[in-house]
Nanobody, 110 residues
């Protein structure tokens, strides 16, 4: 199983980024996909998840700002992040249990 994230980077507060995660080695349309994040000194946090039927859930801290979606034809899950704040700075990981991607860094700073 491979999960390859992309789309991280440096963005100013209030800006947007879209993360992508391309999955291989799994029957993508049957699994729940999630995004976690971790920053130094903080616990790992589930940011958002999307099940095989498309239902979603979000951490309270990102509700209304982040949107998770999936394209089963492309075996890809996305995380659209809007209205970013410095508190969103973290390494973001694509996850489908028990597999993790390598992570992509998101830095929100002016």
């Amino acid at each position: 199983v491979q999960l390859v994230e992309s789309g991280g980077g440096l963005v100013q507060p209030g800006g947007s980024l879209r993360l992508s995660c391309a999955a291989s080695g799994i029957i993508f349309n049957l699994v729940t996909m999630g995004w976690y994040r971790q920053s130094p000194g903080k616990q790992r946090e589930l940011v958002a998840a999307i099940s095989s039927d498309g239902s979603t859930n979000y951490a309270d801290s990102v509700k209304g700002r982040f949107t998770i979606s999936r394209d089963n034809a492309k075996n890809t899950v996305y995380l659209q992040m809007n209205s970013l704040t410095p508190g969103d700075t973290a390494t973001y990981y694509c996850v489908t249990n028990p597999y993790w991607g390598q992570g992509t860094q998101v830095t929100v700073s002016s």
